[in-house]
């Protein structure tokens, strides 16, 4: 067993410097969801220098991929995900550079064992995790059903345990009345702005009387275009999350009682619709965290409990294959996530030391699943 750690070792530390360069020009070269073509290119071109074969396009989106290395034994399949995608003006404040690269790195180790042991790897190419997730149409598709298990690390300012995310709805809601001279006619004015004020202040009462994970953020978009017209339109933009897809749903219908309470109180006609995708939470398979845990502790990580927050597309793929989505600390709790400093951190040495971390526990995991047919079924349990 030792033995084959050690070449799965060997392997990503033979290739750490290469993957290290892929996130650094990942770094230099920022590009945003589904716009991700250099990245894309890069990305499949290393995988299939190292053997592997690569559907391109995947799911009918431009910028995804497949790419797979079968060893042609019977074994486990193991799924490893690379995000790409960088954050208007801050580039790779969220790490996804990492994350990439990460990923190959693990699939690379794993491939130089993977002939002794049996198995399949594959290596989704995701878009867009921060704004329309691929991963949600992937797994709509059933793309991901024939995988053992899913497994990814996400890079963060200390090291935590794949928890739970949350469920999320991002909603545009809007409202149309009739503009009017505000002086001289009101009276033939029906007034949006009223009504999206009317529905702000409607979802700040709800937020005392929904279940306490429920999360309301909004802002607001148009509100009218001068103080003499009764404004025409008015919209705002709302994410709202929950800590599963039942507490959720029923948050959105509250919601759009608040909105259409609104429309009857002005006259104004409303308009509901998402503008990006809604993720379902994460729900992490314990035993599958506990063994990369344990790889992660091995390799000196010191790991948090898990913490509830944010919206991840990958909870959509733990609701269909064994998922974990780590956090992998640059041991900084003060460094925060989303922003400029956290993109640069991404190229310092501890992003390689991180990078590096990542891949062998990534690695070891896929080896420990593909080798343990009692892991496998404490997994499926
Ligand atoms: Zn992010
Ligand atoms: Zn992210």
Redo the contacts with the bound molecule.
């Keep these: 067993m030792q033995e084959l750690y050690d070449t799965i070792q060997n392997s990503i530390d033979g290739e750490l410097d290469n993957l290290f360069g892929i996130a650094r020009f990942l770094y230099e070269n920022p590009e945003l969801g589904n716009e991700e073509y250099k990245a894309h290119k890069l990305l499949t071109e290393t995988l299939v220098a190292h053997g592997f074969s690569v559907d391109d396009k995947f799911c009918g989106f431009p910028t995804a991929f497949r790419a797979v290395y079968d060893s042609g034994k019977s074994g486990a399949s193991i799924a490893y995900f690379c995000e790409y995608d960088a ?1 208007p003006d801050i580039g790779h ?2 790490g ?1 550079n990492l994350i990439c690269t990460m990923s190959l790195g693990a699939a690379f180790g794993l491939q130089a064992v993977l002939d002794s042991i049996g198995g399949k790897i594959v290596v989704f190419g995701t878009p867009a ?2 704004t329309f997730g691929a991963k949600v149409a992937m797994a709509d598709q059933g793309v991901f059903d024939d995988m053992t298990v899913g497994i990814m690390t996400h890079p963060n300012s200390v090291t935590r345990e794949s928890g739970p995310s949350m469920a999320l709805r991002p909603l545009i809601v809007s409202y149309t009345g009739r503009a009017a001279h505000a002086s001289m006619a009101p009276e033939a004015g029906i007034n949006a702005l009223d009504a999206l004020i009317l529905f702000y202040n409607g979802v700040n009462a709800l937020r005392q009387h929904v279940t306490r994970d429920v999360q309301f953020h909004g802002i607001i978009t148009a509100g009218g275009v001068a103080p003499n017209i009764v404004p025409e339109y008015a919209e705002a933009r709302f994410y709202i999350r929950a800590a599963n897809m039942t507490n959720l749903t029923r948050a959105v219908e509250r919601f759009k009682e608040c909105a259409a309470g609104a429309a009857s109180m002005t006259g104004a006609t409303l308009t509901i619709k998402p503008f990006q995708t809604a993720y379902a939470d994460m729900v992490t398979n314990q035993s599958l965290s506990a063994v990369y845990n344990k790889h992660l502790r091995d390799l000196g990580e010191t790991i948090l409990p898990g913490e509830i927050g ?1 919206s991840i597309d990958m909870g959509n793929v733990s609701h269909r294959i064994p998922s974990v989505h780590g956090w992998l600390g640059f041991g900084d709790p003060n460094l925060i ?2 922003s400029k400093a956290f993109a640069e951190r991404t190229v310092t040495d501890s992003g390689k030391t991180l990078l590096r971390r990542g891949a062998l526990a990534m690695a070891f995991t896929g080896h420990d699943v593909i080798v343990s047919k009692d892991l496998q079924q404490q997994i499926a349990l």
């Design positions: 954050l404040g969220c996804h995790e921060e944010g996530i989303h």
